[in-house]
């Protein structure tokens, strides 16, 4: 079950990447569109990562060998959901506070670091078949 859940978050993680990279206009319009809706975007934000940080946690609880980084991955997710619903004024300021240009580099740096967690849970799939 666990290499399931493994191969599912590389394929998902490495489409994820790809988009920011390649389609971050889209991305871009989903920032704005949270920092447009204020405290109520943020919160629902917060939700989405709060509830996709649970379910890795759940899922995947590892914490030795490569991985790990999936479950580090979950952490950041939950920490960063909990953030977004406890104190939702600063995810506001967070995201109102950088420019456009801005966005776009963390964007684009965000989907690479994603890519490389998805080939490290690829290659870690691989080495131990």
Same mark, same amino acid.
């Given at each position: 079950?666990?290499?399931?859940?493994?191969?599912?978050?590389?394929?998902?993680?490495?489409?994820?990447?790809?988009?920011?990279?390649?389609?971050?206009?889209?991305?871009?319009?989903?920032?704005?569109? %949270?920092?447009?809706?204020?405290?109520?975007?943020?919160? *629902?934000? &917060?939700?989405?990562? !709060? @509830?996709? =940080?649970? $379910?890795?946690?759940?899922?995947?609880? %590892?914490?030795?060998?490569?991985?790990?980084?999936?479950? *580090?991955? &979950?952490?950041?997710? !939950? @920490?960063? =959901?909990? $953030?977004?619903?406890?104190?939702?004024?600063?995810?506001?300021?967070?995201?109102?506070?950088?420019?456009?240009?801005?966005?776009?580099?963390?964007?684009?740096?965000?989907?690479?670091?994603?890519?490389?967690?998805?080939?490290?849970?690829?290659?870690?799939?691989?080495?131990?078949?």
């Amino acid at each position: 079950m666990i290499r399931g859940i493994e191969a599912a978050a590389a394929v998902i993680l490495l489409v994820a990447g790809l988009t920011q990279i390649y389609a971050s206009g889209l991305w871009m319009t989903y920032y704005r569109r %949270i920092t447009e809706a204020g405290e109520q975007g943020v919160r *629902l934000h &917060g939700l989405l990562s !709060l @509830a996709i =940080g649970i $379910l890795v946690l759940r899922l995947h609880w %590892i914490w030795s060998g490569a991985t790990v980084v999936l479950t *580090l991955l &979950g952490v950041f997710m !939950l @920490a960063e =959901g909990v $953030l977004c619903v406890a104190a939702p004024k600063l995810g506001v300021h967070s995201l109102q506070v950088l420019d456009e240009a801005s966005k776009a580099r963390t964007l684009f740096f965000t989907g690479v670091f994603v890519i490389i967690v998805a080939g490290v849970l690829a290659v870690s799939l691989f080495l131990t078949v």
